[in-house]
């Protein structure tokens, strides 16, 4: 007997844009999307990696403007929602309006944990524009699991269609994420969603517990493409949710095996694997998206890139605060940390 509705999340095109360091072209995006329009999924999410207005020189330049981008998906897309992530700080309105005339349908928008209020201003304009609004609590393992359910109301109360948590760290165990989802779902009238990241291996096992205790939209991208040690692997989400017999509507589960297999993983710079770096973000609960920039810092300044990211994670960053990643380097290369 299934177990209830599920609806899969595509990141590969936003989340995935970061370890390509935002060099996704438009005939890639536009194969992606169509592929993943075909295969039955519902929400494709892109651009920036940092979301709307991220291409910056503190993010990463974007090789091609994500406007540019969304216009490319939004022409091979037919039935699924085109989604676009904003974090307010980085995004603006205005970013998001000429992201709805590009095609952009949904948006999710993410604040850190604590944050929630700032969101509602984005989500109240997503909502005039008639588009799908989504909360989006990031770096979830940073609050108690009554402050998490306090910002979830407070996006729930802005008109939020639902809220999504999510793991950017990939810090959590199976435990804190049943614990997390069932508070939240007991608390809130709208759906739960969840987003996984691989840093400690957890990113399906967590998904799957997301889903057990009642997160009815789940994340996941092709090949695990995305930050850090990747996210939860889609093609695999779909399997495993399959086998627990989950009704995931009319994905295909060979069409995101293709998928993933010639069009996704030939284009990758490199496995989603978890490293050391990938692996100490967990371990140390930084936000998935510095890796690369941790690299490159460390490569800079000929540090260990593992003593750069406990550092980080002993001061509290958070996305947002990529700035601080040099400055840390710099402290730990001339002895300024105590």
């Known amino acids: 007997m299934s177990q209830g509705k599920i609806t899969l999340v595509d990141a590969t095109l936003r989340d995935g844009s970061h370890p390509l360091r935002h060099s996704y072209t438009c005939d890639q995006v536009a194969e992606i999307a169509g592929g993943l329009d075909k295969c039955g999924i519902e929400l494709i999410e892109l651009s920036h990696g940092d979301g709307l207005g991220g291409s910056s020189y503190t993010y990463g330049f974007s090789k091609t403007s994500e406007?540019?981008?969304?216009e490319a998906a939004a022409s091979q897309i037919k039935n699924a929602k085109l989604d676009v992530l904003l974090l307010p700080g980085i995004g603006t309105i205005a970013n998001l309006k000429q992201a709805y005339d590009c095609g952009a349908r949904a948006v999710r928008v993410a604040t850190h944990v604590t944050e929630a209020d700032v969101s509602a201003e984005h989500i109240y304009a997503a909502k005039d524009l008639g588009m799908m609004a989504v909360g989006f609590l990031m770096m979830i393992h940073k609050a108690p699991v009554e402050r998490l359910v306090e910002e979830a109301k407070k996006m729930?109360?802005?008109?939020?269609?639902?809220?999504?948590?999510?793991?950017s760290a990939g810090y959590l165990m199976p435990g804190d994420v049943k614990e997390r989802v069932e508070a939240v779902t007991k608390a809130v009238n709208i759906p739960v969603g969840f987003h996984a990241h691989n840093n400690m291996g957890m990113a399906i096992a967590n998904s799957l517990a997301a889903v057990q205790a009642g997160a009815t939209y789940v994340d996941g991208c092709l090949r695990g493409l995305g930050a850090g040690a990747g996210n939860a692997q889609?093609?695999?989400?779909?399997?495993?949710?399959?086998?627990?017999d989950y009704d995931l509507g009319n994905v295909d589960f060979y069409g995101l095996q293709d998928l993933a297999q010639n069009v996704v993983e030939p284009m990758m710079p490199r496995p989603q694997t978890i490293d050391s770096g990938s692996l100490m973000l967990g371990y140390a609960g930084v936000y998935s998206s510095f890796l690369l920039h941790v690299y490159d810092a460390a490569k800079k300044y000929d540090l260990d890139p593992r003593d750069i990211l406990v550092e980080l994670g002993k001061?509290?960053?958070?996305?947002?605060?990529?700035?601080?990643?040099?400055?840390?380097?710099?402290?730990l290369k001339n002895g300024l940390v105590k």
């Open 67 to 70: 406007f540019e981008l969304i």
């Open 156 to 167: 729930e109360s802005y008109g939020a269609d639902y809220v999504n948590l999510a793991d």
């Open 234 to 244: 889609m093609e695999v989400l779909c399997g495993v949710l399959k086998r627990h």
């Open 315 to 331: 001061r509290g960053m958070i996305g947002g605060q990529e700035d601080m990643i040099i400055d840390v380097a710099y402290q």
